[in-house]
C-alpha cells in the first residue's frame, strides 16, 4: 500500500498541480491559468487537499475583493514519492503517475508553443533518447551524479533575465533488450 504522501499525489488532478507548480510561487488564479481545463471548485478543492497533506504551503496572503488571496509553493521535501512508496505502488499506479506526468508535460509544451513568443531554437527546447548499457550499481551513480549537477541550478531564484525551464526527465528499462548482451552482439 502507498503512503499518504502517495496516495495524495496519485490523484491526476493533484499531480498536475504540483507539476505546475514546481519551482514556483502561485495563487489559485495563478494555477487557474496554468491549468483552464480543471474546473475552479475543484481546483480550490485539490489545492485544500494538498495544503492540508502538507504537500504545499501558505506562504502570504493578500486581501482580495473581500477575499483572502493565498500565495503557495511546493514543500519540496515532502510532496515526492520516495523509494519506499514507489516500490509499494502498483503497476497500475505507476501508470497512473506517469501518464499524468506526460500529459503535463505534453501540456507545458503546448503553452510554449501557443505563447506567441516560442523559438525552440533560441529557447534551447530538446527532445532527445539514449540507450545507456549500466549496471544498477551504475545507474544508481549516474543518477546520484546528475543530481549534483543540477543542485547549484536547482536552488536559482526568479531574477533579472531568468525565466523558468522545465526539465523532465524520465528512467524507463529497455523492456526489448536482454540484460548482460553487448552492444556489439
Known amino acids: 500500500m502507498a503512503s499518504e504522501t502517495a496516495e495524495v499525489l496519485l490523484h ?20 487557474q491559468e496554468r491549468l483552464p481545463d480543471v474546473a475552479p471548485a475543484t481546483l480550490y478543492r485539490q489545492v485544500a487537499t494538498l495544503a492540508d497533506a502538507g504537500l504545499i504551503e501558505v506562504i502570504g496572503e493578500q486581501q482580495k475583493r473581500g477575499g483572502v488571496e493565498r500565495t503557495y509553493r511546493v514543500v519540496e521535501a ?19 503517475a506517469f501518464v499524468t506526468f506526460v500529459g503535463a508535460m ?3 509544451f503546448g503553452r510554449y508553443l501557443e505563447n ?3 523559438d525552440p ?3 534551447g527546447v530538446g527532445y532527445r533518447q539514449a540507450g545507456l548499457w549500466l549496471t544498477p550499481n551504475e545507474l544508481e551513480q549516474m543518477v546520484a551524479d546528475l543530481g549534483a549537477a543540477l543542485a547549484p541550478y536547482l536552488e536559482m531564484k526568479p531574477g533579472s533575465g531568468r525565466s523558468r525551464t522545465l526539465l523532465n526527465t524520465i528512467l524507463i528499462p529497455d523492456a526489448g533488450s ?8
Open 12 to 31: 491526476p488532478i493533484r499531480l498536475r498541480i504540483v507539476l505546475a507548480m514546481v519551482g514556483s510561487e502561485m495563487t489559485t488564479s495563478d494555477l
Open 78 to 96: 515532502a510532496a515526492a514519492i520516495g523509494a519506499e512508496d514507489a516500490a509499494s505502488m502498483t503497476n497500475e499506479q505507476h501508470m497512473t
Open 106 to 108: 505534453i501540456q507545458s
Open 116 to 118: 506567441g513568443a516560442s
Open 121 to 123: 531554437s533560441r529557447d
Open 178 to 185: 536482454a540484460k548482460g548482451q553487448s552492444a556489439s552482439s
